[in-house]
């Protein structure tokens, strides 16, 4: 299940109209006047009908011309920081003045430096974003500008641009609130329109055929999604769930199961692919209110489902393991770091136990390795394992003969992946983080989990079960936000430490 979520591989469709670059330079140099108006004038009616011909505008712009009218609200249209000074300065004194003489004669002038300074501090581009968002379609055109910007903040990540994305995901939480989200179970009679966006937007495990479709939104399946009353048809995330007798390990087997679980014997929810549809909403946090309303949902439908799980990929562990595993080759590949003992040591991370590179090694003096690692005898453990993970179609991950020795060893090493690494104290891997703030524990790794071409590259084809245990969610919270604790089985914890390994 993927949070990317919270899923933002998705992009939007192209917009319509867009004009050729010249005629677009043009429209920028009108719309730069049309938000000088709009920002100075009162709302009325001569301020809506700019606002309609400046979203209008600012989709007919190309990329280029539509990042320079980012920039230049990010940057002309902030705050005034004289008048934010002066104003500090007043209630400062007013505040020290009321202090001194201990007497609240001067309470109303506070109130209304603290109303001023409340303006004040309101950048100049957020009233536009609101006077956007009270018209119709306002809130698709925040939601498509704020992927815009977001496109802009990695090719520039500047402060500027960084403040004008939280305004506007500030603005776009508001508007989003959950009272206003509406939960929609997708069938097979929902209009062509709406089954179409499933299939393009589904970014986790994408839809084959209509077939595939149908099977999904069948019987002993279910999907559900949030719609907001001022984007009609346009589904904001959606998550699909397999109704199971047990927790599930393998995709395939969720996908391709011809004979699933009759609904009156499922005692499991398994959600198995969560996908945002905008890009412009990243950040926010529909996928955390989407499945609690699905577990309350399925609980009052399905009394028997007891146990709340996800079926997950792993898709940043691989891109974390293989540099690791190239660095520790290249930096013991000089006679010099071989003949310093201390520098050795300093430098090592260590990524892989003795007894597990004694295998490898042993490994290696087999027929079937000596074959495929050149000069294997010459070789690293740690240039072994990467030999063996990069090996093409990765035939290597999935050979019997070595099972026994690459098994144990990715599996302890996706467990410190995912209970260990950290960045500013959180989860390095986007998927868990999403889950354990959400209350979830990490259950259990699976081997061959997903054993796709795109299960193999992102993990060694191996997922990872997520359970939302209802008693325990609170506790798993406070326990991940409070002291970066990440809550977990046994299993995983046992899995940290190295086990005895066969060759093979």
């Known amino acids: 299940m993927s949070c990317n979520l919270e899923g933002l591989n998705s992009q939007p469709p192209p917009q319509e109209g867009t004009l050729e670059s010249g005629s677009s330079t043009r429209i920028f140099d009108k719309l730069q006047a049309t938000i000088q108006n709009i920002i100075n004038a009162r709302a009325n009616a001569s301020s809506d009908i700019a606002v309609c011909q400046f979203s209008n505008d600012y989709y007919k712009l190309d990329q280029s011309n539509k990042h320079r009218i980012l920039t230049l609200l990010a940057t002309k249209y902030g705050v005034n920081r004289t008048n934010i000074q002066n104003l500090s300065q007043q209630y400062s004194d007013l505040c020290k003045a009321e202090k ?37 379609g306002g809130l698709k055109f925040l939601v498509d500008m704020r992927a815009d910007l977001r496109m802009l903040i990695e090719d520039q990540n500047l402060p500027a641009f960084r403040y004008l994305d939280t305004c506007l995901k500030e603005i776009l939480e508001t508007a989003l609130s959950p009272a206003l989200l509406e939960l929609h179970l997708f069938t097979w009679e929902d209009p062509a329109a709406i089954l179409e966006k499933l299939v393009i937007f589904e970014a986790v495990h994408p839809i084959s055929n209509l077939y595939d479709l149908k099977r999904r939104l069948g019987s002993e399946r279910r999907c559900f999604g949030y719609f907001h009353p001022s984007l009609p048809g346009e589904p904001l995330i959606f ?108 430098f090592k991370e260590n990524l892989l136990h003795a007894q597990e590179a004694r295998s490898l090694l042993e490994s290696c003096r087999t027929s079937f390795l000596m074959g495929t690692c050149r000069t294997a005898e010459n070789q690293t453990a740690e240039n072994i394992m990467w ?25 302890r090493l996706c467990a410190r992946y995912l209970l260990l690494e950290k960045r500013r104290g959180k989860a390095l891997d986007v998927v868990t983080n999403f889950h354990v703030q959400n209350g979830a524990l990490i259950e259990r790794l699976n081997w061959m989990g997903d054993f796709s071409e795109r299960g193999l590259n992102q993990s060694a084809g191996i997922t990872v079960n997520y359970c939302y245990r209802l008693d325990k969610i609170e506790e798993n919270i406070g326990n991940y936000l409070e002291k970066g604790i990440i809550s977990s089985s046994s299993m995983l914890k046992d899995l940290l430490e190295p086990k005895s390994m066969s060759p093979g």
């Open 100 to 136: 001194e003489t201990k007497e609240e004669k001067n309470t109303p002038a506070l109130y209304r430096t603290e109303h001023s300074l409340r303006s004040a501090l309101t950048p100049l581009s957020v009233q536009l974003f609101k006077q956007i968002n009270c018209q119709p």
């Open 239 to 346: 998550i699909e769930v397999a109704l199971t007798r047990s927790i599930v390990g393998c995709i395939q087997d969720v996908l391709r199961n011809e004979s699933p679980t009759p609904e009156d014997e499922a005692t499991t929810a398994l959600f198995y692919s969560i996908s945002s549809t905008q890009p412009g909403l990243t950040g926010i946090s529909l996928g955390k209110l989407l499945i609690k309303r699905v577990v309350g949902v399925l609980q009052q439908e399905m009394p028997k489902i007891m146990t709340f799980a996800t079926l997950s990929p792993i898709p940043g562990f691989m891109s974390w393991l293989l540099p690791r595993l190239a660095s520790e080759s290249q930096s013991f590949s000089s006679s010099r770091m071989q003949q310093d003992s201390e520098r050795k040591s300093l």
């Open 387 to 411: 030999n063996i993970l990069t090996f093409p179609r990765k035939e290597l991950i999935r050979s019997e003969s070595l099972q026994g020795v690459i098994k144990p060893i990715l599996l």
